[in-house]
C-alpha cells in the first residue's frame, strides 16, 4: 500500500500564491505517476496536473496551464504543487492521488491523499 498525505492548503487573496505538498510512504514504488485533482462543493472531481516519475514529464489542465507547477523530490517521495495567480474559481478541496499512469482521470489512481483546503477569496 501507498500512503499519501497532502497539505499546505489555506485561505489566500485573488492573485496570491500556494505550494501544497504530498508525501508518500510505503510501497512507493507502486505509484509511478502523481497527480493532483480538486473538486469544489457541488462538482465532480476535476484533474488539476500530474507528474511521471520516471522522466518528470508533466501535464496540466488549460485552467491552470501557465499558473500552476508540479514538481517532485525522488529523495523525499514528496510532490508539490505551486499554485501562483490563484483566482477565487480555484477555491476547491486539493487531493493528491498516486497511481502507475499519468493521465487526467481520477479513476486511473488508487491512492489518494486526504485533502487540503484552498480558499481563494476576490
Known amino acids: 500500500q501507498v500512503q499519501l498525505v497532502d497539505s499546505g492548503g489555506g485561505l489566500v487573496q485573488a492573485g496570491g500564491s500556494l505550494r501544497l505538498s504530498c508525501a508518500a510512504s510505503?510501497?512507493?514504488?507502486?505509484?509511478?505517476?502523481m497527480g493532483w485533482f480538486r473538486q469544489a462543493p457541488g462538482k465532480e472531481r476535476e484533474f488539476v496536473s500530474a507528474?511521471?516519475?520516471?522522466?518528470?514529464?508533466?501535464m496540466y489542465a488549460d485552467s491552470v496551464k501557465g499558473r500552476f507547477t508540479i514538481s517532485g523530490d525522488n529523495a523525499k517521495n514528496t510532490v508539490y504543487l505551486q499554485m501562483n495567480s490563484l483566482k477565487p474559481e480555484d477555491t476547491a478541496v486539493y487531493y493528491c492521488?498516486?497511481?502507475?499512469?499519468?493521465?487526467?482521470?481520477?479513476?486511473?489512481?488508487?491512492?489518494w491523499g486526504q485533502g487540503t483546503q484552498v480558499t481563494v477569496s476576490s
Open positions: 510505503g510501497r512507493t514504488s507502486r505509484s509511478t505517476s
Open positions: 507528474i511521471r516519475w520516471s522522466d518528470g514529464t508533466t
Open positions: 492521488a498516486g497511481g502507475r499512469y499519468s493521465t487526467a482521470t481520477p479513476d486511473d489512481y488508487t491512492y
